[in-house]
């Protein structure tokens, strides 16, 4: 039997949106507890995260506000980590057959080395939208042919990647991000008609089309974030 669960989250994190994805799939109970990044409260490293990022879980315990993590609960940490630990107590999410299970592994590892790094690049650095294109040809060369990452099944694999992706879409399609102005709208008008992105759109499309995503993104949410940044692009002084 799974014990108590409390996820320490931000909705703008895509690290701690992996999380609650894993979670809203596996249908485990959790408390979730929004952390302000911006203001964090001063007992979350102390108490739970020394790191002071999220994700973060508290795992077993008495019953305590989460504000009050108790010493008896363990305190786990990093979204990759989190993943496998959802999976380890549900049983669900990774594929039985060992050779599939390095293959989810196997993807996650690429998602971590091209979509995290080209969203850090290009949206938050203003480096050339070039590098979402690169990034999104690789991670859809790795996609099962049909249904999601690795086989038909929603994975970890997915859970890993869908976030950067998600983020990505609203980045471009708003032209919201320090990136040269224009150029993401022009980047999501060719992932959105361009025939060598259609498999990228039909997995965003089932994707989407899920309950897990549907409850854990809040694209509003992350409009208005990327919007601060666009704005801090406009007044940056060009020369
Ligand atoms: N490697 C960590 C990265 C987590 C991370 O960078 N979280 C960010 C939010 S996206 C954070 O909590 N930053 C702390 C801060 O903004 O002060 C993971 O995969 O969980």
Redesign the pocket.
């Known amino acids: 039997m799974t014990q108590r669960l409390t996820l320490y989250t931000?909705k703008?994190?895509?690290?701690?949106h992996r999380v609650e994805l894993a979670l809203e799939e596996t249908k485990l109970e959790y408390t979730r507890f929004e952390i302000d990044?911006r203001n964090?409260p001063e007992w979350y490293a102390p108490l739970v995260n020394p790191a002071?990022?999220?994700?973060a879980i508290a795992y077993g315990g008495p019953v305590v506000d989460p504000s009050q993590s108790s010493p008896e609960s363990e305190k786990i940490?990093?979204?990759?980590v989190?993943l496998e630990f959802v999976a380890d107590l549900t049983g669900k999410l990774l594929p039985k057959d060992p050779v599939q299970r390095a293959k989810v592994r196997f993807f996650i590892d690429a998602v971590s080395n091209t979509v995290g790094p080209a969203f850090v690049a290009s949206v938050i650095r203003g480096e050339p939208v070039a590098k979402i294109h690169e990034a999104i040809e690789k991670i859809q060369a790795l996609l099962s042919a049909e249904g999601y990452a690795v086989g038909s099944d929603f994975t970890i694999a997915d859970a890993a990647l869908v976030p950067f992706l998600a983020r990505l879409e609203v980045a471009l399609k708003n032209d919201l991000g320090a990136f040269e102005e224009g150029t993401g709208l022009k980047a999501f008008e060719a992932l959105s008609s361009e025939p060598k992105f259609a498999r990228y759109r039909k997995y965003i499309a089932d994707v989407k089309a899920r309950d897990s995503y549907k409850k854990t993104f809040d694209e509003e949410f992350i409009h208005a974030s990327l919007s601060k940044l666009s704005t801090s692009r406009k007044l940056a002084p060009t020369s």
């Open positions: 931000a703008v994190s895509p690290y701690a990044l964090k002071c990022q999220v994700p940490t990093e979204s990759l989190l």
